[in-house]
């Protein structure tokens, strides 16, 4: 961040000011001041990568969950988590887009290099209070070891007994302050990595149980990730086609003039929202007819993410064809003019992906924090984050595939620099039927899916709480 805020403020690193109407005309960027500016997004990018799924899990790390009332709040820990993340995000998509619109990129990438800078001095000073987690060696050796034994003895009967398989006893477990874990009858091939052959002990030839449960729970929670990958390119629409519309409206509110960018600030309320109501409220509702600590499992909550996540594409489709509708009436189809709507009618499409990421992103890093490994906590959330990535190249790939697929036989195509001669409504649709048959994939998956077992008894004893707290209040009800 220090070195993109030098990129748009030392004059030797920017371009020259242009003031041509045509940017062909301006001025090109040196090699110097390309290698800068993107050195330095780059390098946010590599940062990103090592905060992202580690600052969620040390954070849920500092629960214990042999406590049921620490249990009880790490429940709710990633809802808050989330809340403020986004409650930086909102800071950014209203005051920081509007001081970078009206001050200048200087100070609009000043103050978050200073709040950076802030975080980590915070960080530091509670580095001494937190719960560390012992490392554990590497995630990818471990599986690769599984992965490479299975094959070199794929040719080795497995026994109908699972206790004839390898494993330590629990004591060996419980000196490295780790646990054991039973064996399931799922991805059976990889059982063979822990089939006694001969006296070859090398940990590339025979691993433990728990070891191959470990590989089997990363690898069972795919599918799930793969269904992620739709929503995660609807997410990418935000800062994209949806703000590009915005510029084609209307986005006077009296004297002010709304910087498209800012309705993504619609979104971030609108999760904001949802997060403190599904928290406080919609839990004990459910709580009371489901038993369940969490009110609703955590698949069910994506899966309600998912059918929001059609009905938003569903009305971006009939806004944008209302709004062409609008452009061909004023005759500004050709000119690519302001069409004479408010910005606001955009609203719904973003207010519902607020609602739609409270349920399903929330309960993505949540899942995925859950059902991985003790000792693959990190990886597990990297799943989450690693969806938004390659949502973002999805989005991409789609936009410049239907673009050229539709542009042949002579046809003016989909999308186009200027919206109003588009037909965005059609490639929204093709958004909605996309939702739709990963929604049905979603539910296949799930379907088969198998949650982990718990480490502990606590969500055990959460639930059995909930049951005789309502019992008590049938036999006893209130006056």
Known sequence: MSLLTLAVSLPSLKPPQCFEKDVTKCAKASTLQLAVFYGALYTLAVGTGGTKPNISTIGADQFDDFHPKEKLHKLSFFNWWMFSIFFGTLFANSVLVYIQDNVGWTLGYALPTLGLLVSIMIFVAGTPFYRHKVPAGSTFTRMARVIVAACRKSKVPVPSDSKELYELDKEGYAKKGSYRIDHTPTLKFLDKACVKTD??????????????????????????????????????????????????????????????????????????????????????????????????????RMGIGLVIHTLIMIIASGTESYRLKVAREHGVVESGGQVPLSIFILLPQFILMGTADAFLEVAKIEFFYDQSPEHMKSIGTSYSTTTLGLGNFISSFLLSTVSNITKKNG??????????????????????????????????????????????????????????KTVSNVVNPKD
């Open 199 to 300: 006296s070859n002990t090398s940990p590339w030839m025979l691993c433990t149980v728990t070891q191959v449960e470990e590989t089997k729970q990363m690898i069972r929670m795919i599918p799930i990730l793969v269904a992620t990958f739709v929503p995660s390119t609807m997410m990418a629409q935000i800062n994209t086609l949806f703000v590009k519309q915005g510029t084609t409206l209307d986005r006077h509110l009296g004297s002010f003039k709304i910087p498209p960018a800012s309705l993504a600030a619609f979104v971030t309320v609108s999760l904001l929202v949802c997060i403190v109501l599904y928290d406080r409220f919609f839990v004990k509702i459910m709580q009371r007819f489901t038993k369940n600590p969490r009110g609703i499992t955590l698949l069910q």
């Open 411 to 468: 046809h003016k195509g989909w999308i186009l620099n200027n919206l109003n001669e588009s037909h965005l409504d059609y490639y929204y649709a093709f958004f909605a039927i996309l939702n739709f048959l990963n929604l049905i994939f979603f539910a296949y998956v799930t379907r088969y899916y198998v949650y982990r077992v718990e480490v502990s008894d606590s969500i055990d004893k959460l639930a059995k709480e909930l049951k005789e």
